[in-house]
């Protein structure tokens, strides 16, 4: 059973709920955000988890994992959620939360992997699903798949292309490892 964690659009949200993948509950960190639209139509469970007080992210962290575990929840997704997880999240679920991101890990971490590949003048950029440790991107690559830069790309073009991938990535490495 899967929860998903989202802050923003909830592309890479839709493409495993288009998989099928049994997406049993949605937690957001922002109201407002068009995930929790897309996990509505969807008919999944969803509720937000702002993190109010950034001194007191193992309280925000210890609710979230509750409410997630409450649903059946046994591995997590961050899919385009722009917040770090800490220890009180991460023990509930040992090895079993995952990451995807616009960059070939180790390089480019961060919140502007695309801006900031873009900015290096790499040839070649692309998609990591990685497992989240505490660090920022820094767990373990479990798949990667290549993005060429091409002339004339801005950001906003080359992560268009990036996601495209990413769509196929992460529901692939998911189905995967819920199979296994
Ligand atoms: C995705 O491209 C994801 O790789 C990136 O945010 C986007 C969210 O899109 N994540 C990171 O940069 C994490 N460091 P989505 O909300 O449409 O899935």
Redo the contacts with the bound molecule.
Sequence with gaps: MIGVL??????????LLDAGLPVVAVASSHED???LDRAEAAGVPARVFPLADPADRSGRDTAMADWLAGHGVTLVV?????QLLGPAFLGRFPDRVL?????LLPAF??????EDALAAGVSVTG?SVHLVDEG??TGEVIRQEIVPVLPGDTAETL?RR??VV?HRLLPAVVRELIAA
């Design positions: 989202v802050s923003g659009s909830g592309s890479n949200l839709q493409a955000v068009r995930a961050c899919a385009g959620f722009m990451n995807v991101h616009p960059a971490p961060g919140a502007h992997a695309v998609a920022i991107d992560h990036i996601q990413e």
